[in-house]
Structures are given as C-alpha cells and as structure tokens.
C-alpha cells in the first residue's frame, strides 16, 4: 500500500445537510409562486444542466437556484428575491467546517506511516477553501481536486504517482463517486457511508452486485484495519 485517498466532503466533514439547509431556504422563498414538488424537479433538473457547464460545488448550486427562480416565475421574480438567493447561497462558501467524529485520529495515526491524499471533486477555490477551513490539510501529502470521479480519473491519478491498482485505495461516503469507478480499475474502495447522500450521488442496488469493497460504520473502524499493522503485512491482507 503506497498511498491511501480520502473523499473530502462527507467522508472528512460535514457538507450534504449544509446545501440541504439552503434549499429548503429556497423553497421557502419561492413557496408563494410554486408548488414544492414541481420546485424540487424543476431545480434538480437545472443543476444537472450545469453540472456539464459549471461543475460540482457552491457556485453552480448558486447558479441553479437562480436559474430556476428565474424559469419558474416566467421572469416575474424580484430583483429583491434574487438578491435573497444570492445571500442564501453565498452560506455555502464560509460555513463551519464540523469534521465528522473520529476524522482527527484515524489521520493523525495513518499520517505516520502512510501517504495520505485528499482526492475531491467541484470548483478548486471551494474545496481548498473547505480543506484549509477544516485544519486538516497539513495530513495530507497530496490533493487532487478534479471535475469529476470516473475511472478515467482514477486512472489518471494512478499514472501520474507512478502506482499499481494493489498499491492504491480510496475510502469515501459515495458509491457512485468513491467506490464502483475505483472497484472497476481493479483498486481497492472503503466505502463509509453518510447520514445524507445527493440524489445524483445514489445508486441502484444492481449496480452493487458482484463488486467487492469494504463497508464500515465509521471512520474510527479504519483503525482497526490499519493501525496495529505494519505497510509490509497490510500488503498482503484481504479487506473483503
């Protein structure tokens, strides 16, 4: 094992109920000009537009919320109203970073005998931003900020520091994200699931059949699988 790859949101801290705060915020604002189930679609629709034109993260979510008051109320929304949004959204940019519990530790211990990454996706000064908020950046060896986490992503990441699928594992809250494109390159995957999880970021249950990775409760759990073991034996440990 030469390097181990953390998620960074959800997996390191806090992040998923944050945007849920601010569209519930939303559709508080817009409850007066339409019905909360067509809001919701109608708003999930515009942020999987602009995913292809401005990414994952706090300014595209902005973006999208604006986007659909302005579609919603045929234009008749305020400049007041937009200006509300805007305010709402910018929360997304300087909220309190809240590390999950246990974080702390496990990358405090890890730190001392492996190579730790943060490997994120969404807009770089967002997530930089995030990862200097949090205090835990000096843990981490490297960080990859990417546009998205597909197997051509990862494999990207394995060229570029020189690594074997054996010699590389992520651990991550999203399935989508952080465990099946890594499984399919022949990686390793821990997969800790989170209290909330975007609708884009779910999968199906078929998706899940005959692929092998590790699930824990927590991050402390990481512990027991690192910790008492030496890089020469974890080598040759099975996680599954």
Known sequence: MKLIAFDADDTLWVNEPNYVNVKDKLFEMMAHHVDPVILSQR????????LRVFGYGAKSFILS???TGIELTNGAITGSEIQQI?????ELLDFPIE??????????TLSNHFDLMVLTKGDLFDQESKIARSGLGHYFKHVEIVSEKNEQAYLSILKKYNLQPSEFIMIGN???SDVLPVVHIGCRAIHIPFSVTWEHEQVADEQLLDKSFTTLESARELLTLFESSLPPVILNKSFY
């Open 43 to 50: 708003f999930y629709d515009a942020q999987m537009r602009n």
């Open 65 to 67: 919320m604006i986007e």
């Open 86 to 90: 805007i305010d709402v959204g910018r």
């Open 99 to 108: 590390v999950l519990d246990g974080v702390q530790e496990v990358l405090e």
């Open 174 to 176: 999203s399935l989508k």
